[in-house]
């Protein structure tokens, strides 16, 4: 089964609503990564808090993490119309000896309607 | 603008031809991937190369080639596909390849070729 799991797996609000989603994963990381993907576009990086870290944040972006509960959530504020995507959490774990991977979960899918 | 580049955008082709797709990398970044995203599944590596040596194939069909010629290129050589094999194939890249517990690697996403086998 894949590492990340984003919940939920579609999510629709209202401009300037907030919107959360939640990722869960099931080995130790080193860091994980939050990207947003357009419609017929690639994947963006938006944010990386490493597993030491608690919270951080990036504009209207704030990512938790629970190492304890191998959790992670994003929550988007004030959200805009240019805010609808797909959101994917990507965990950063050892792989082979001479490095580390990231492994993709499934997303989420927002749309933020005028 | 992402700094990666992938041509073509779209791609069509027979089980019996062969292409190549193309991903260069203005970003001066020493590791490149590729990564195949189909419809409703997670996003699967493929390839990796660190300083243009490949790290691990991730037991990837041998229908599919990798080549990384320098640090800024990276092509990926089709030849007989297969229908299941249609998707969108990204190619990324980070400064470094990401190791041990201190990793700080994100990666930098080009826009993909969507590949359709017929």
């Known amino acids: 089964s894949q590492q990340g799991e984003e919940d939920p797996q579609a999510l629709s609000i209202q401009e300037g609503e907030n919107a959360t989603m939640n990722c869960s994963y099931k080995t130790s990381i080193n860091n994980l990564q939050w990207y947003r993907q357009n419609s017929g576009r690639g994947l963006v990086h938006l944010i990386l808090?490493?597993?030491?870290?608690r919270e951080k944040h990036s504009g209207r972006l704030r990512v938790t993490l629970d190492t304890s509960k191998k959790s992670s959530s994003l929550l988007i504020t004030a959200s805009r119309a240019a805010d609808t995507a797909s959101y994917f959490c990507a965990t950063d774990e050892a792989w082979v000896a001479a490095g580390n991977k990231l492994t993709f979960g499934g997303g989420t899918r927002v749309l933020v309607k005028p | 603008e992402t700094g990666v580049t992938q041509t073509p955008r779209h791609l069509v082709m027979g089980m019996t031809n062969k292409k190549s797709l193309k991903c260069e990398q203005h970003?001066?970044?020493?590791?490149m991937y590729w990564y195949k995203q189909s419809a409703k599944k997670p996003l699967e590596l493929m390839f990796v190369y660190s300083l243009e040596e490949r790290v691990e194939n991730n037991s990837v069909p041998s229908r599919f080639s990798p080549e990384c010629p320098n640090s800024s290129h990276l092509f990926l050589h089709l030849h007989t596909l297969q229908p299941e094999d249609s998707a969108l194939y990204l190619c990324?890249?980070?400064?470094?390849?990401?190791?041990?517990?201190?990793?700080?690697?994100?990666?930098?996403f080009g826009d993909g070729t969507r590949l359709s086998i017929l």
């Open positions: 970003l001066g970044h020493n590791a």
């Open positions: 808090i490493r597993s030491n870290e």
């Open positions: 990324a890249s980070s400064q470094e390849l990401g190791r041990g517990p201190y990793s700080n690697q994100p990666q930098h």
